[in-house]
């Protein structure tokens, strides 16, 4: 269930809300957490190692701090944060529309729940976005293009790991 002005929806094994600052420290653990599960054979084994909690909870506080026009979102299960999410404007230069979806990120333990189908309602409905995704990340690859997102040509190195992303757009 889902709602335009809900601040938090609660589900049957997880509740979605906007993150607040007594969040930031969990979400450091958890975003290293996630990276390490989900890019795991697809990023540098030593770079995914290498992931810091305490700078990701600083950035995480940072960006909590003065969010802009960034939306962001998290869930919970009974064990703690499970997921998050994350949408704003473009950061490109050329954006094929005015959303992107920067992130959906969920542990392992709740693939496969629908979790990040809610996550995506919340972030950025139905409107027109794009995202970057890991060429080799087929399981996001298939989840984006169940919700209406294909490979629209755009290419780029990752960051940090010269990994190749594929950009997505509906």
């Known amino acids: 269930m889902t709602c335009e002005r809900c601040e938090t929806v609660a589900h049957v094994s997880w509740t979605i809300a906007r993150p607040t600052p007594d969040d930031v420290e969990e979400m450091g653990r958890v975003h290293v957490r996630i990276w390490q599960e989900a890019y795991a054979g697809l990023m540098p084994a030593d770079y995914l190692a ?3 909690p305490a700078s990701r909870t600083e950035r995480w506080r940072e960006r909590i701090a003065d969010p802009g026009e960034v939306s962001w979102w998290l869930a919970r299960d009974e064990q703690g944060i499970v997921a998050m999410a994350t949408s704003g404007p473009p950061r490109d230069e050329d954006p094929p529309v005015d959303l992107e979806l920067y992130a959906i990120n969920v542990l392992e333990r709740a693939h496969g729940t629908g979790l990040a189908d ?24 298939a989840f984006y293009r169940r919700h209406g997102f294909a490979d629209d ?18």
Do not use: F, Q
């Not at 972030?123 to 060429?135: F, K, S, T």
């Not at 290419?155 to 940090?160: G, N, S, T, V």
């Open 153 to 170: 040509g755009g290419r780029k190195p990752e960051p940090d790991t010269g990994v190749m992303e594929i950009r997505m757009s509906r």
């Open 118 to 141: 809610d996550l995506l309602a919340h972030v950025i409905g139905d409107r027109a976005a794009y995202l970057w995704v890991l060429e080799g990340n087929a399981r996001a690859r």
């Open 50 to 52: 290498s992931l810091d």
